[in-house]
């Protein structure tokens, strides 16, 4: 599905705020099956080294929890705060970590990506899907001022990522799967190199609702407008 630009669903009232809905996790949309504790434990890698192409096994615990929702101005996001811990097979060290967030933008129908790993790399990478899509992708280009790629000096003098895709599928068995690949630019490499990964997760363990949810179902004298009333106050 073509992403729609915010010009054309928001209209010139740039401040104007909705009126979001308090249980995220009814308001994911395509995002909804993913929310929860995950492990993967058929994960496979294949990155640069030296003299070609490095192959890895690893196992993934994938955390992903509902956020209250969030505004700037009338553009309304539900998301999942996210964090991946993978270790290799071959190593007992820490092979990659990484934390950001999911977030779905019902009016615009736009699965965003933010990504944030340390060694030293950001970005935010969008794709459009429907509210019940199984399967989506999000994107990110380096130089995009939309959905980009940054990296520190030296992974940009060395390898340089180019482009970023992330294509995730929702099983009928309850599971879902990944596939992503970095596209970088390596001195002394003719062609560009496909740095893939892919898992499939399975559920361990159930989200934990967002801090409004929780807020709300403890309340039973007060319904949802006499209690932002009372916040404002």
């Known amino acids: 599905m073509e992403k729609r630009e915010a010009s054309d669903v928001y209209g010139d009232d740039i401040y ?7 249980d ?3 308001n994911l949309g395509p995002l909804r099956p993913m929310a929860g504790i995950w492990e993967g434990v058929k994960g496979a890698d294949e990155h640069p080294v030296v003299d070609g192409t490095g192959r890895d ?6 955390e992903l929890q509902p956020i209250d929702f969030q505004t700037n101005g009338p553009q309304l996001f ?3 705060r996210y964090h991946t811990h993978i270790i290799s097979l071959n190593q007992d060290s820490t092979f990659h970590d ?3 967030y999911w977030l779905w933008e019902p009016l615009a129908c736009v699965v965003t990506l933010t990504l944030g790993i340390p060694r030293g790399q950001v970005l935010l990478a969008s794709g459009g899907a429907e509210p019940d899509a199984r399967d989506f992708e ?5 130089g995009s001022i939309q959905s980009g790629i940054l990296s520190n000096p030296f992974l940009y003098r060395a390898f340089r990522t180019l482009s970023y895709r992330m294509h995730v599928m929702v099983n009928e068995d309850g599971t ?3 596939e992503e690949v970095g596209v970088l630019e390596i001195p002394g490499i003719d062609e560009p190199f496909g740095h893939t990964d892919r898992n499939t997760l399975s559920r361990i363990g159930p989200p934990t609702p967002n801090p409004l949810s929780v807020l709300l179902a403890g309340t039973t004298s007060l319904g949802i407008g006499s209690l932002r009333e009372k916040e404002r106050s």
């Open 98 to 100: 990484q934390v950001g």
């Open 78 to 80: 539900y998301g999942l």
């Open 57 to 62: 096994s690893f196992v993934e615990h994938y």
């Open 176 to 178: 879902w799967s990944y």
């Open 138 to 142: 999000v994107t990110a280009t380096e």
């Open 16 to 22: 104007s705020e909705p009126e979001g809905e308090w």
């Open 24 to 26: 995220t996790l009814a």
